[in-house]
């Protein structure tokens, strides 16, 4: 597992939330949302090691494992240049700075300039602090596609399970207690939805579908505090136990017979 991906099932299975960290730490909540997505390059070069350090102080875990695992990370992509860190207790400099140094062109004039820099940036960073991320932010944060599947997901476990004694119409009910995204789709077409831990807009985190025999599948970011239940007028069969899952989850349905296909997936080493 990707060392970002562990630090993220680490905190969700402590039930420590994201938002509580930015508030506590004064990091934006979408630095800290890169960081366990391992989308360093999107935050300040200058700042990657040091909101990584608060972020990792905040869920509890040993902060030498986790700095030599992030260092290990960035020694393994050769030729990178948008991040670059000299050791802890040297500090962190720009590239430019080094230059202006070796070159022996440091002055006072520079100096200030050099202040005025960093305190319009810190500046900048505090007023951008608090603004909320917006709701599409989010939706793309949750979204994981058949390509993600692909690329970043390895299959776990896959089971067939017979439903035959039910019978059509058949409604299908999902329900989630956690911050989540399904993609519903058939050969046909597909349709999203996204719940959220704050709510945005009011949605429900429950919702139900109809089924009328079609093959039809859901692709379910992870079933943690997750319920599935299948029922008719002459059947109800919950199978939220059976999908449990910290990672994403497919599920098939299927008519002939009825049956329900449950594929597991875990994140690649």
């Known amino acids: 597992m990707i060392f970002y991906n562990k630090y993220k099932k680490f905190r969700t299975e402590n039930n420590i939330d994201l938002k509580d960290i930015s508030k506590?730490?004064?990091?934006?909540?979408?630095?800290?949302?890169?960081?366990?997505?391992?989308?360093?390059?999107?935050?300040?070069?200058?700042?990657?090691?040091?909101?990584?350090?608060?972020?990792?102080?905040?869920?509890?875990?040993?902060?030498?494992?986790?700095?030599?695992?992030?260092?290990?990370?960035?020694?393994?992509?050769?030729?990178?240049?948008?991040?670059?860190?000299?050791?802890?207790?040297?500090?962190?400099?720009?590239?430019?700075?080094?230059?202006?140094?070796?070159?022996?062109?440091?002055?006072?004039?520079?100096?200030i300039g050099l202040i005025s820099f960093i305190f319009i940036l810190i500046l900048s960073f505090s007023l951008n602090s608090n603004n909320q991320i917006s709701q599409k932010d989010i939706e793309d944060e949750l979204r994981i596609t058949k390509?993600?599947?692909?690329?970043?997901?390895?299959?776990?476990?896959?089971?067939?399970?017979?439903?035959?004694?039910?019978?059509?119409?058949?409604?299908i009910r999902f329900k989630s207690n956690v911050e989540n995204f399904i993609n519903m789709y058939d050969s046909f077409s597909g349709k999203e939805f996204f719940i959220f831990e704050d709510s945005m807009n009011n949605q429900s985190n429950?919702?139900?579908?109809?089924?009328?025999?079609?093959?039809?599948?859901?692709?379910?970011?992870?079933?943690?505090?997750?319920?599935?239940?299948?029922?008719?007028?002459?059947?109800?069969?919950d199978f939220s136990n059976n999908i449990i899952n910290d990672f994403p989850v497919v599920i098939t349905l299927n008519s002939n017979p009825f049956s329900i296909r449950i594929k597991k997936y875990l994140p690649k080493n």
């Open 206 to 237: 429950a919702f139900t579908e109809q089924w009328t025999g079609e093959e039809k599948s859901f692709l379910i970011a992870n079933t943690v505090d997750y319920e599935l239940i299948i029922f008719s007028d002459n059947s109800y069969k």
């Open 147 to 171: 390509s993600d599947l692909i690329e970043f997901y390895s299959l776990r476990s896959e089971e067939l399970l017979l439903i035959d004694d039910i019978s059509s119409p058949i409604t």
């Open 24 to 111: 506590r730490t004064k990091i934006d909540l979408k630095y800290l949302q890169a960081i366990e997505k391992g989308k360093f390059a999107e935050i300040p070069s200058v700042y990657v090691k040091l909101f990584f350090k608060a972020y990792i102080n905040e869920i509890g875990i040993d902060i030498n494992e986790a700095i030599f695992e992030f260092d290990s990370f960035f020694n393994q992509k050769k030729g990178s240049k948008s991040l670059k860190f000299v050791p802890e207790e040297e500090g962190y400099k720009f590239d430019f700075l080094d230059k202006v140094i070796n070159e022996n062109l440091f002055n006072s004039s520079i100096f």
